[in-house]
């Protein structure tokens, strides 16, 4: 388990090191993923099945997606074909591919030698801290936790559609691609200038 | 199979933290910033895991599931500051758009 641990180690921070050099955005986040991914062997092998779990569906998936659709907001128009070409070339790619085969090759490891629990060992001795524990712990004693982070969630919701919200006063702003593409709110009595608008607005939001 | 030892999930944490903190101190898009704080907040996370597994207790990954929510939201409004920022200044970069300093 200690020899896992190392290799998931190592290769978490070779892929922190290479999201901080990178120049390139995209290719950065391909980094952050393969970091993220390694974490997640790491926690498994520190005995947290549940965290690596949440890891890879929560910090891989999710924040990773808004990453993406974040980079797809902000990208330049028009060197976008370029861009995609430039990223079909194999040595963009080859090195995260070849640290997640690693880890690929760590979880066949894990499965072939039966270490993900089941008929070798007792559960509690290889899959760590029991996921009913944390359920237990986590909805007992740490329910007022749950609250206050459900109220966190919500206000970082009402955060993030209040600051992208396409108000009356960004009009006196600079002049930008997202202006031309869809129809910018109109301010408090203007009336809308072509018909089709409140339609667009209805489906932007 | 010998367990894993608390020291050296520590020593990870602190390795991806300081390498998270250079990312923060030296890129300069915001993009990188955020993606910089996500890999701290990934660390102190793995230092909540290491140390409820010394101890065998469920409160680390508690901890660590509270910071998930926390990087959740955190990164939400960053990204919406990211995007108001490119509307607003035309610009990613965080030296450009420090006004305060002036």
Redesign the interface.
Known sequence: MTILFFVAAAVAVIGTVGLITRANAMHALLYLVVSLLASAVVFYTLGAPLAAALEVIIYAGAIMVLFLFALMLLGAGGRQTAQERAWMRARSWIVPGILVAILLAELVYMLAGGHLGGAAGTPSATNGIDVKDVGRSLFGPYLLGVELASLLLLAGLVAAHRLTREDSEDSNGPPNERDTDGPVEPAKGVEPRVPTKPVNQAGRR | ?????ME??LL?AV??FA??F??VL??R?I??V???I??ML?AA??AF??A??RW???????M???I??????????G??????C?????T?DLDEISKLKD
């Open positions: 199979m010998k367990p894993v030892p050296y999930g990870l390795v991806l390498l998270g250079v990312g030296v890129r898009n993009i990188f955020l993606a910089s996500e890999v990934n996370g793995l895991l290491a409820g597994w065998a207790r469920a409160d680390g990954q508690i660590f599931i509270f998930l929510a926390m990087a959740a939201a955190e990164v939400a409004v990204l919406a500051i990211a995007l108001k490119r509307q607003r200044f035309n990613l």
